[in-house]
């Protein structure tokens, strides 16, 4: 099968993962509804067809989180990338960096940050939980800071974790350990399991020092997931903003005021986000909660935009209402799943692509042209609230 969408990697990942873990990836919360309207909602937005205009060399390039950048968008935190192929986190951090773009580890990770260090001397960023101890997020901190992590995101959009019936069904977080049946699951997909196999034992590399949390990246995961701190406020936010002294990005904003509150305590920007669909089932999608943001907090402030993302004309769409950049999370993941290293730098490039076509059936040259012309270029298709949302 020749793969030409993301959804062609979405389909290969499946057909290679065992049903845990592509579940884990392609699943949401509850009945899943915020996480297909994070894809559906994009519908509500239709692209400015303008030809025969003057052309001019094009340029994909664009400033977020302080930089230029070569494309319009980086590789998100997405936990356990080194379960769905062999050492995942490094083959992801190679094709970004590849490619000239940002990599985020998830603190959810198989591989360190120290791991991606020896490997790169790229751009790197780190997404934090806040945990409970708050002495192993100063371990976490001062790994980050030996790793010259960049910026920092704090993600605050699970401090109680959504119900998802499919890991519920599959087990993913309430086993601890490969029962005899989850190996023969795992048997029925042979290649990956020789992938990961050749590998070794996988284990969240970041705690595997830590004995409490058991042994095993399951039984790890599960451990870790209930030490995230459940009482987060802004004081907790407040608190990382004296303590890390990089760029520090609040991950999981839907709320205007929250986004303001954000950088009134001097955050350096801000990633919509509704971690996927995995959360609040029935809460915004993010191209939805976009242009209410942006109004909130200045044309001057950091936005970046995760959640439902497979198209170029996708991330036209975001950038053109407000976004100054897009965080790839599930696309890319398919990729890796799919065919390793290889299929994370295929699904940039196919992006990459798709964003030149786009564009340049626009008329629009370039990524900063596309963020002058913002509203003129992205347009309403129908729908009343997007007509209210972008009349703030």
């Not at 830590?210 to 987060?232: V, W």
Request: hydrophobic share 45%.
């Amino acid at each position: 099968m020749t793969l030409v969408n993301v959804e062609d990697y979405r389909e290969r990942a499946r057909r290679r993962l065992p049903k845990i873990f592509f579940d884990y990836i392609d699943g949401g919360s509850f009945d899943e509804d915020t996480m297909h309207a994070n894809r559906t909602d994009f519908g509500n937005f239709a692209l400015k067809q303008n030809l025969l205009v003057e052309p001019k060399p094009q340029d994909l390039s664009t400033i977020y989180l302080g930089a230029r950048h070569p494309l319009p968008f980086m590789l998100g935190p997405v936990g356990f990338l080194g379960l769905y192929s062999g050492n995942g986190e490094l083959k992801a951090v190679r094709a970004a960096h590849a490619a000239g773009i940002p990599f985020c580890l998830s603190t959810f990770s198989i591989a360190s940050l120290s791991d991606l260090r020896a490997e790169t001397k790229g751009p790197l960023h780190f997404q934090l939980y806040v945990l409970e101890d708050r002495t192993l997020c100063e371990e976490l901190l001062q790994s980050a800071e030996r790793a010259g992590v960049d910026t920092l995101f704090v993600t605050v959009d699970t401090a109680i974790t959504g119900i998802r019936e499919r890991d519920m069904r599959n087990g993913f977080r309430s086993l601890t350990r490969i029962t005899p049946s989850l190996f023969a699951r795992f048997a029925l997909r042979p290649r990956w399991l020789a992938d990961i196999a050749l590998n070794g034992m996988p284990s969240v590399r970041a705690i595997e020092h830590r004995p409490e949390f058991g042994r095993g990246a399951l039984e790890q995961a599960a451990n870790l997931s209930r030490a995230i701190d459940k009482t987060l406020t802004w004081k907790d936010i407040a608190w990382l903003r004296n303590r890390w002294t990089g760029k520090l990005v609040v991950k999981g904003i839907l709320a205007p005021e929250d986004a303001a509150m954000a950088r009134v305590l001097e955050c350096d920007g801000v990633v919509i986000s509704n971690h996927g669909g995995r959360q609040l089932d029935g809460a915004s999608s993010t191209i939805r909660a976009l242009t209410g943001i942006r109004a909130a907090v200045g044309p001057d402030f950091c936005l970046m935009l995760d959640g439902g993302i497979r198209r170029g004309t996708d991330i036209i769409k975001a950038i053109g209402l407000g976004a100054d950049g897009v965080m790839l999370g599930r696309a890319y993941a398919y990729g890796l799943s799919a065919a390793g290293e290889q299929g994370v730098a295929g699904v940039i490039a196919l992006l990459e692509r798709e964003i030149s076509i786009t564009l340049a059936l626009m008329g629009v040259a370039s990524i900063d042209e596309l963020k002058a012309r913002g509203r003129d270029v992205v347009t309403v298709a129908s729908n009343l609230w997007v007509a209210q949302a972008l009349a703030l």
